[in-house]
């Protein structure tokens, strides 16, 4: 287990906080050799000997495009960075789902296109995006959230079916509540209530953690899930049945 991705080369986007920092983390105790996006604004990262950290603002997506090519080619992406503003639908504006369509869906897009062409002539690639239960069931006061992380969905599901004969795979993970600084924001504005409900939320009553999410992105990179794709893993304590 400890060099199950000895010689494959990872991009995870927002790899420094939260899910993001646990995949990082998992993927190179476990050999992968991996480059991670960070905000330009966030504090300086030294990374690791296997892990890369690179500034990149995942709302420009020619820059987005253009870091995957440059830092490439990768056998294994990992779209999980996201952002989210909890408010009802009629408080956001155009500028408000502008920039939560650009990082959460369509930086998907453009990293999606700039690896695959590369995964392509190798026959080989493993495409993990994290999306949300939010894009399976709604978000009361995060439409614009959910209808990015439901595209994020469709979208997956379309790159499978695209490139099922070539030897990639492309999967969904869909989180509930986890534990993240994301997650500890929106509680920090919501107040405990909003924490208990979350944990009403799921069926096994608790948060996820990060290294769970991780967990799973690691499976469907790995070669136990050769025979998966197009596939949503909800990663959620039974969220997705709960109701």
Known sequence: MKNRFSGRRAFVTGGNSGIGAAVVSQLAAQGAEIVFTVHPDSAPLSGQAAARPIPLNLADLAATQAAVTAHGPFDILVNNAGIDQHAFFTKT??????????????AVFATTHAALPPMQAAGYGRIINIASEAGRGGSRGGAVYAAAKGGVIAFT?????????????????APGPIDTPMLRQAVAKGGE??????RAATLIGRLGTPEEVAAAVLFLASE?????TGEVLGVSGGMGIAQ
């Open 157 to 173: 599901k379309s790159i499978a079916r695209e490139n099922a004969t070539k030897g990639i795979t492309a999967n969904v993970i």
């Open 224 to 228: 136990d899930a050769a025979f998966i």
């Open 193 to 198: 209530k909003l924490l208990d409900a979350m």
């Open 93 to 106: 504006t155009i500028a408000d789902w502008r920039n939560l369509l650009a990082v959460n869906l369509e």
